[in-house]
Structures are given as C-alpha cells and as structure tokens.
C-alpha cells in the first residue's frame, strides 16, 4: 500500500485531513506544502473551460492537466477524479484507470457512485489501483443540485453506500452536501475517513475548489468560503504593469541587456 495511502488512513479519528483541487503545476506546488492530498479534480470543467456540466470533461484533458500537477507534488496524496463515461463496466474502468495512473504517475483515482459501482470498485483494488469513493451530490449525474439525506430513505441508501463502498476497498470517500447528521453517522460508522465539501465539520477531512477558495472564481455555493480575493491582487498587478508600460518605467536597464 502506497505510503501516503497509509498516512491518510492512520488520520482517521486522529488529526483533520486537508484536501484541495489542483489543475496545474504552480498552484499544486504551492498546495503541497499545507495538503494531505491534492485532488485533480473534473470541477476544472465548469472552472477552467466554463464547461455546464462535468460531462462534457474528457479522459485525455484529465491527464494533461494531472501530468501538470504532477509536476508540482512531490509530499501530498494525488488523486485525479475519472471523468464521465469511462468507468461504465470494470473492464472500461480498469483500462482507463491504468492509462491515468501510468500517464499522470498519480497515487489514486476518485469514482463517482454507490452500490451500482461495486464491482467496478473491486475490479480496481484488485489491480492494485487505489480508490477513493464519492457520495452524495455525484455532479456527472445528478440533474439537480440539492443536499443529500433529507430523507429518511434517501439517507439509509447514502449509508448502506458509504458501507459497500468502504467493503469494496477505498481508502477514503467524498461526501458531497449531505445533512449535518448524516454525515456525522457515516464518518462514525465506516473506518476509512471521509472527506466532506458542504458536509459539515463532522467529517474526518476537507476538500474545496483552490479557484474559489482564492477567490478567481464567481461560485456563491452556501458550502464556499473565500479566504482571499486573488482576482483583486491579479487585477491591481495589471493595472500597475499597464501603467508603466505607457509610461515608459517598464522596462528599466535592469530588466534589459547591453554590451
């Protein structure tokens, strides 16, 4: 079992895990220094490509981007999400999977789904291809975006997931926007930790979009808390380069070459 896969799973009950998305080397350097695991995330679809939908997201987008922040971890856990439509059945999903875990050098691979996954789960652990699970809101399926467990049913559905999930073999799994007590009865209830996003302190770890954590973004998610506007800081940079620029203080001698 891969090192970091360890230390994650030794976290449980014991210390927060800190989680974020990656899309690119600069930023996952950046990350590697404060995250347990970097997450490449098909968020970069609405993110980076104003995509409506992660569907649209492909396998060979998902790579050059992962080899991109591949470059830039060297201490965290790298995960890269499977994108939409290429875990259909657990050959696909196996032939798939190692084509991004030998393209991107990645740790792990993330699968969106519950009991109809399975198989597929199985199917990856039992070639050694470590996985993290994801429940809740699944953005490559849902039509709506609503919290998950209002619902007795719906509840008991999510939590028999998290339990078949945590059999088949992940280490961890994504719970996205689900009820404060029901994310606090699955992290209580399952030994492999859980990472929430709109889920409540509850869970054993974290996991937000850099973008809007830094502000580069226009989400007004209720689970979305910017720390930092980066756009401001960018747009301020600009402005004073622009400035320069016409006025001929840019570039100095400094910044050019002479005999």
Do not use: W
Not at 15 to 29: E, G, H, P, Q, R
Request: charge should be positive; charged fraction near 30%; proline fraction near 3%.
């Amino acid at each position: 079992m891969n090192g970091n896969i360890k230390n994650i799973l030794n976290k449980k009950n014991k210390s927060k895990l800190v989680c974020l998305t990656a899309y690119s080397k600069n930023i996952a350097s950046i990350l590697d220094n404060h995250c347990d695991i970097i997450l490449v995330g098909d968020s970069l679809g609405s993110v980076l490509y104003n995509y409506k939908s992660t569907k649209e997201v492909t396998l060979d987008t998902m790579i050059n981007h992962s080899k991109s922040v591949r470059l830039g971890v060297k201490k965290s856990l790298m995960v890269v999400d499977m994108p939409f439509n290429t875990y259909r059945n657990p050959k696909e999903a196996l032939k798939n999977a190692k084509l991004v875990m030998r393209e991107t050098k990645c740790d792990a691979v993330k699968l969106e789904g519950g009991k109809k996954i399975i198989p597929i789960v199985k199917q990856l652990v039992k070639n050694k291809i470590p996985v993290m699970g994801h429940v809740g809101i699944l953005p490559q399926t849902d039509k709506k975006f609503r919290f998950k467990g209002k619902k007795q049913k719906e509840s008991e559905k999510i939590l028999n997931d998290t339990k078949l999930l945590e059999n088949a073999g992940v280490f961890s799994i994504v719970l996205e926007c689900i009820e404060i007590k029901l994310s606090k009865k699955i992290t209580e209830q399952i030994k492999v930790p859980t990472i929430g996003i709109g889920s409540s302190v509850n869970c054993d770890g974290q996991v937000l979009v850099i973008d809007d954590l830094i502000g580069l973004s226009k989400s007004k998610f209720k689970f979305v808390k910017k720390y930092v506007d980066m756009a401001k800081i960018i747009e301020g940079a600009v402005k004073r380069y622009k400035l320069e620029v016409l006025k001929k203080k840019f570039p100095k001698v400094k910044h050019s070459f002479k005999n």
